[in-house]
Nanobody
């Protein structure tokens, strides 16, 4: 059973930084991509950043130049470095792992950007 455990969310002031982590465990095969999504109440979940098995990255226009997605040395962990945070970045952030057969999701971690 694949499990994704997120950490690193919290309350931060505008302009500051946070780093989210997503550790994967379980029988993981044929990974296509790892990604981060976010959701605010009343809106659909949206893609923030994704990194493919070939290390290609893609970002939402709203976070380009501020957020970076990368894999850790152990390869089972993916990070989202978030710099120059804005109040509109406030959301629940979800980790995603996509294989050739299924999508897996973490439980979500709250990020609040407020002074």
């Amino acid at each position: 059973q694949v499990q994704l455990v997120e950490s690193g969310g919290g309350l931060v002031q505008p302009g500051k930084s946070l780093r989210l982590s997503c550790a994967a465990s379980g029988g993981i095969f044929s990974i296509v991509a790892r990604g981060w999504y976010r959701q605010v109440p009343g809106k659909q979940r949206e893609l923030v950043a994704v990194i493919t098995s070939g290390s290609t990255t893609n970002y939402a226009d709203s976070v380009k130049g501020r957020f970076t997605i990368y894999r850790g040395n152990a390869q089972n962990t993916v990070y989202l470095q978030m710099n120059s945070l804005k109040p509109e970045d406030t959301a629940v952030y979800y980790c995603n792992l996509r294989t050739t057969r299924s999508d897996y999701w973490g439980q979500g971690t709250q990020v609040t950007v407020s002074s």
